[in-house]
């Protein structure tokens, strides 16, 4: 039976029906009322029976003659407009599990909440039905509802039959469309087999033009290999035949300077003193190239003395005073004047190549020199006792994106922008200042923010870079072990070997390598970087927490170009090396030096 509602809803719930169940003929009604208002809400037939045979099932299994169930139909928007029946009952009647299984499989949304004794089921409406549209589609819905009343039991039982006779032809209708689907699914499946056959032979055939291509990889590698030493020889050849000229030039602009010289023009001397800065500027150049040539052919050997660093500090500082010709950029070095004052400290002793030193030093500078146009460009000395020390250069310049941070110490790689223009320059400043470093036993590292400027710290060994061995060969070793999967690499590397130690152990399976180091303790141990069965970063991290064998320094081997290796996880070996080139000579140093920082690490510590 109906009832009248009164509007007391929330704006997002509009009442429409509020429908009084207590007897097998209100279930019939209910049934009708869904169809009707699902009908007139523009839902799809199938979704009108669907709705109506659920709220029949409820309305059956909850049914009390004795205690009636109310059954209100709302209009509802939560962001999507709904067309919703709640079922309300005063007692602690339940639903059945297969009753609640059944409305669940009909309708997408049904909220029952045993507690209150209130089960809520939702029928979305068409996308098309918006918050605008709700006061004419509500009315349509109760004009639907007020005429849907007066049929007899029979009418609808009739109408319940024409659903299930609906619902049948429906299910054959897509049993037919199933039917065809599979038809052309198994024709799909025909075309896929002729397509993976198809497919398998051109594969055969690519295999074969990339066994073609590897060949050609390797012989392009060896192209490449001769074209690099080309390339170091010509700019030994060039840079050294460039030298003459350019001394020349220098001396004869010196001698037109000369104040002892026939006298020139103010003109004249201002054009003389632009050709004489042009030539020091080259000749700077030309020795950087030299020495970069000098350094990849592995011809620079470091040269280490005492430095006196307070006097190569104040020589530095002549030198780059005279160059800093931007008045609104000043340049601060440490309090070289008055050493000893509080709050000073002391410059230590340092035993290292004072040229490579005093040129680094000056690379920087000028870098920050270059690129600063307001502010400040400041070298700091900051000692590290017992055997470290760094050098810090900070500007106020331009500064680096992070993402070419790296790409800067690429040689002849420049920042592109505005801040390049009038600043000459080949791009070989940084990478030949990381160069030098390495080669006096240090390191050079960079942080740097577009704006806010830069910040290099060069940091070096009090006691230089490691001596070279002694004797006519490197110190042999009581024991090494060698871990790689490659026996042709094994096979041409083991002579190298046997020349470093008296024993070597060799492996071919990453994951006897941590037992083998624990077993055997070797003076060093050289990891492929890719061995199969295991990662060699979690063997480095085992090693590294192990303090019987933390101090066993490890080198990293690969085939891969050392400079583009992803240095995650590596921390704990002290180098990458590439198997092209290795000697026992560089190995012998490599450990000897990692030896010697390895333990000076642990007196720090």
């Known amino acids: 039976m109906k009832r009248p509602v009164t509007d007391h809803q929330q704006n997002s719930r509009e009442p429409l029906l509020l429908l009084e169940v207590s007897f097998e003929q209100d279930v019939f009604a209910l049934r009708r009322q869904a169809k009707a208002a699902a009908q007139a809400a523009g839902l799809e037939t199938r979704d009108q029976v669907r709705l109506a045979t659920a709220l029949s099932e409820l ?336 500007d106020t310049g331009v500064g680096i994106p992070e993402d070419q941070l790296e790409k800067v110490f690429e040689e002849f790689y420049q920042v592109k922008g505005a801040h390049q223009r009038n600043r000459p320059g080949t791009g070989l400043g940084l990478p030949y200042a990381r160069r030098l470093a390495v080669l006096i036993g240090g390191s050079l590292t960079l942080e740097s923010r577009p704006g806010e400027g830069t910040r290099v710290v060069l940091r070096l060994p009090l006691g230089g870079p490691a001596d070279a061995p002694a004797g006519p060969g490197p110190r042999r070793l009581s024991s090494v072990l060698s871990a790689d999967d490659d026996p042709v690499f094994r096979e041409a590397f083991r002579p190298v070997l046997r020349r470093l130690a008296d024993r070597v152990v060799e492996l071919d399976d990453g994951r006897l390598v941590v037992a083998s180091v624990r077993r055997e303790r070797p003076d060093a141990v050289l990891l492929d970087l890719c061995m199969p069965g295991a990662d060699i970063r979690a063997v480095l991290d085992v090693l590294a927490r192990d303090p019987e064998l933390r101090h066993i320094p490890v080198l990293i081997i690969t085939s891969a170009d050392p400079s583009s290796v992803d240095r995650e996880g590596l921390g704990h070996a002290q180098a990458v090396l590439g198997k092209d080139g290795l000697s026992s000579e560089r190995l012998a140093d490599l450990i000897a030096r990692a030896t010697r920082e390895r333990n000076l690490g642990h007196e720090h510590s």
């Not at 030299?290 to 003395?305: F, N, Y």
């Not at 509080?342 to 030093?361: F, H, K, N, S, Y």
């Not at 502010?375 to 900051?382: A, H, I, K, N, T």
């Open 59 to 394: 309305g059956r299994d909850l049914l009390r003659a004795d205690t009636p169930m109310t059954a209100e139909f709302l209009l509802v928007d939560s962001g999507q407009a709904a067309l919703a029946v709640v079922l309300d009952w005063p007692d602690d009647r339940t639903p059945s599990q297969e009753s609640l299984d059944a409305v669940s499989r009909l309708l997408p949304q049904v909220d029952y909440t045993p507690a209150r004794g209130r089960l809520t089921v939702e029928c979305a409406l068409p996308r098309d039905t918006g918050a605008g549209q709700r006061p004419g589609h509500a009315e349509r819905i109760r004009r639907a509802l007020r005429g849907s009343g007066g049929t007899s039991l029979t009418e609808d039982l009739r109408a319940q039959t024409r659903d299930l006779m609906a619902a049948l032809d429906e299910s054959r209708r897509q049993s037919e469309q199933l039917q065809q689907l599979n038809a052309e699914l198994e024709e799909t499946n025909q075309g896929v087999l002729a397509l993976y056959s198809e497919l398998t032979d051109e594969l055969e055939s690519t295999n074969q033009g990339v066994l073609a291509l590897y060949a050609e990889l390797d012989d392009k590698s060896r192209q490449l290999r001769e074209a690099s030493e080309s390339k170091t020889r010509f700019w030994s050849n060039v840079s050294h035949e460039l030298r003459t000229p350019i001394n020349s030039v220098i001396g004869l602009t010196g001698l037109m300077l000369d104040p002892g010289s026939e006298p020139l023009g103010p003109e004249q001397q201002r054009q003389v003193s632009l050709i004489s800065a042009a030539g020091n500027i080259l000749l700077t150049l030309v020795d950087e190239l030299l020495d970069v040539a000098k350094a990849e052919a592995g011809r620079m050997e470091p040269q280490p003395v005492p430095v006196d660093l307070r006097a190569l500090l104040v020589q530095l500082r002549g030198i780059m005073t005279a160059t800093a010709v931007q008045p609104e950029v000043s340049l601060h070095f440490p309090d070289l004047d008055t050493p000893g004052t509080p709050g000073v400290p002391a410059l230590p002793e340092l035993v290292t190549d004072e040229v490579m030193l005093t040129r680094i030093l000056r690379n920087l500078l000028s870098n920050g020199l270059k690129f600063t146009r307001h502010g400040e460009v400041r070298l700091e000395v900051r000692p590290e006792p017992p055997h470290w020390v760094s050098f810090i250069v900070a």
